[in-house]
C-alpha cells in the first residue's frame, strides 16, 4: 500500500520563497533551494506555481474529498434517530443507500450521528411506568414535598434484595497487556443462572442500617410477617426512631396480602402509602448498591462465604452513607415532579 504524501509545512513553504525572491546576494535557482530545505525539486517547483498564482502559502480553501452526503441527507439521518435511538448505523446504512442511491459505509452513517451530538452510549435501565402510576408518583411527590426532615427521620425504609455469588452482568474495566485477555488474573468469572445467590431481608433510618435477616427459599406472606415480628421492634429501638415511626415498603404482592395488611392493623404500623413502580423514591435502593459494591471488593466461592461477607459488611455501614440517602428524599420528590411523574435519573 503506497505511503500517504506529507503536506509540507508552512514554515517550508515560507522558506522556499524567501529563497526565491532572493536578496542583496540574488536569488537561488530551485535546485539549490532543495538542497537548503531538503526538499524534492518538484514540492519547490509547485510552492513558487501556488505562490504566483495565489500569493498565498497556505492552502486555499476547499480542497480535500467531497461529502457524499448533503447537510440536507445528514438532517434525514439524524430524523430517524429520533424515531428510534435504538437503531444501530448498520440500519441505518442500508435504509440511506436504498432511499438515496449512495454508497456509503457505517462509520458515515456514524459521522453524521457524532454531528448532531449524538454518541453512543450503553441504555440505562429503568423500570416501567404506566401512566396510571405516574399520577400516582406525581400526586405524592407533590403531598410530601414540603415534609420536614424531622419527618424522613422517623421513616423505616424496608425492603428485599439478593446478590448472586458471580456478578454475571457486571461490566468492568481491566489493566492488561495485549494477548493477556484469557489469563484468569484478567477474567470475570461467570457461570450459567449466576452460581446461586443469597436473598435477604433488611431495614434503615436516617440514623444507620437496621436489621438484617438472609431468607431460604421462597418468600411469602407467612415468612414476610415473621421476619417483620423478628425485626422490625428491634430495628426501631436500635435506630432511636422509638413507637411513632413510619414504616415503608413497596408494593409487592407479599407485602399487600391481606395476611400482611391483617398483620399491620393489628399491630397499629403507621404506614407510608407508597405509589407503584417507584425505586427512584426509595433511598434503600441505594443502600442494596452501596452492599453489594462492597461486597464484589472481597473475593468469594461459596454462599457460606458470601453471607458472612454481606453481614460484614451491612454492620460496617457507615450511618452517614444511610442519612445522606434520607436527606436526598426532597430533591427526589422534586425530581418527580419535573419529570411529570415518569422515572428519574435516581
Excluded at 458515515?108 to 435501565?125: P, Q
Amino acid at each position: 500500500m503506497p505511503s500517504k504524501k506529507k503536506e509540507t509545512s508552512v514554515c517550508i513553504r515560507d522558506l522556499i520563497i524567501q529563497y526565491w525572491k532572493g536578496d542583496e546576494n540574488g536569488r537561488k535557482t530551485i535546485r539549490e533551494i532543495s538542497k537548503c530545505v531538503k526538499v524534492p525539486k518538484s514540492t519547490v517547483f509547485d510552492v513558487i506555481r501556488k505562490y504566483k498564482l495565489t500569493g498565498q502559502l497556505r492552502n486555499l480553501p476547499g480542497r480535500g474529498r467531497k461529502p457524499k452526503l448533503s447537510t440536507r441527507d445528514v438532517r434525514k439521518i439524524q430524523r430517524k434517530l429520533v424515531i428510534n435511538p435504538f437503531k444501530p448505523a448498520t440500519e441505518i446504512q442500508a435504509e440511506i443507500q436504498n432511499e438515496l442511491g449512495v454508497m456509503v459505509t457505517p462509520q458515515t452513517i456514524r459521522n453524521c450521528i457524532h454531528k448532531g451530538g449524538n454518541s453512543c452510549r450503553t441504555a440505562r435501565r429503568k423500570p416501567y411506568v404506566s401512566q396510571k402510576n405516574k399520577k400516582r408518583r406525581l400526586a405524592f411527590a407533590r403531598k410530601f414535598l414540603n415534609q420536614p426532615p424531622s419527618f424522613w427521620n422517623k421513616v423505616l425504609w424496608t425492603d428485599e434484595s439478593k446478590i448472586s455469588l458471580f456478578d454475571s452482568d457486571s461490566k468492568r474495566k481491566v489493566w492488561r497487556k495485549p494477548g493477556e485477555a484469557l489469563k484468569p488474573r484478567n477474567l470475570l468469572p461467570s457461570v450459567k443462572y449466576g452460581g446461586g445467590n443469597v436473598l435477604f431481608w433488611g431495614c434503615m433510618a436516617a440514623s444507620g442500617p437496621g436489621q438484617l435477616e438472609f431468607i431460604d427459599g421462597i418468600m411469602n406472606s407467612d415468612i414476610y410477617i415473621d421476619i417483620l415480628n423478628r425485626n422490625v421492634k428491634k430495628s426501631s429501638r436500635d435506630l432511636g426512631l422509638g413507637r411513632y415511626f413510619t414504616f415503608q415498603q413497596d408494593n409487592d404482592p407479599k407485602h399487600t396480602s391481606k395476611k400482611s395488611a391483617a398483620f399491620f392493623k393489628k399491630n397499629k404500623y403507621k404506614m407510608l402509602e407508597w405509589p407503584a413502580q417507584s425505586p427512584d423514591l426509595n433511598p434503600i435502593e441505594h443502600l442494596w448498591h452501596h452492599l453489594e459494591t462492597v461486597v464484589r471488593k472481597t473475593a468469594v466461592t461459596n454462599k457460606t462465604q458470601l453471607r458472612t461477607t454481606i453481614e460484614e459488611a451491612w454492620k460496617n455501614i457507615d450511618p452517614a452513607v444511610t442519612q445522606n440517602l434520607v436527606d436526598s428524599i426532597p430533591r427526589r420528590l422534586q425530581a418527580v415532579i419535573a419529570a411529570s411523574g415518569g422515572i428519574t435519573g435516581y
